[in-house]
Nanobody
Framework: QVQLQESGGGSVQSGGSLKLSCAASVNTYSRYCMAWFRQVPGKEREGVAGIDSDGSITYADFVEGRLTISQDNAKNTVYLQMNSLKPEDTAMYYC?????????????????????WGQGTQVTVSS
């Protein structure tokens, strides 16, 4: 059983930064992938960035270099550093994990491919 716990959300002004954290109990598995998704009311949950146990990474096109995913294996934590935030980045951000597979750079993240989810952390960006 994989447990995920997000933290680090909050309210910032446009152009500001936030760093989200996801504490994950995946270290006992040799192969896994983790990702950040986001969702606004009335819209589909969309993938933001993903990373796997080997460090392979993918980003959604809208990231445009503003967001960086990383992991600290010693702390069993995945991070999402968000810079130059825009009002359209306002959403509930979710951490997700899946076991036994990796991430292909450039792949589009699909919510249906992830079996484990955190409860989410709200990010609000004001103009």
């Amino acid at each position: 059983q994989v447990q995920l716990q997000e933290s680090g959300g909050g309210s910032v002004q446009s152009g500001g930064s936030l760093k989200l954290s996801c504490a994950a109990s995946v270290n006992t598995y040799s192969r896994y992938c983790m990702a950040w998704f986001r969702q606004v009311p009335g819209k589909e949950r969309e993938g933001v960035a993903g990373i796997d146990s080997d460090g392979s990474i993918t980003y959604a096109d809208f990231v445009e270099g503003r967001l960086t995913i990383s992991q600290d294996n010693a702390k069993n934590t995945v991070y999402l550093q968000m810079n130059s935030l825009k009002p359209e980045d306002t959403a509930m951000y979710y951490c997700a994990a899946d076991l036994g597979r990796g991430i292909v750079p450039g792949q589009t993240l699909s919510k249906g491919d992830f079996g484990y989810w955190g409860q989410g952390t709200q990010v609000t960006v004001s103009s």
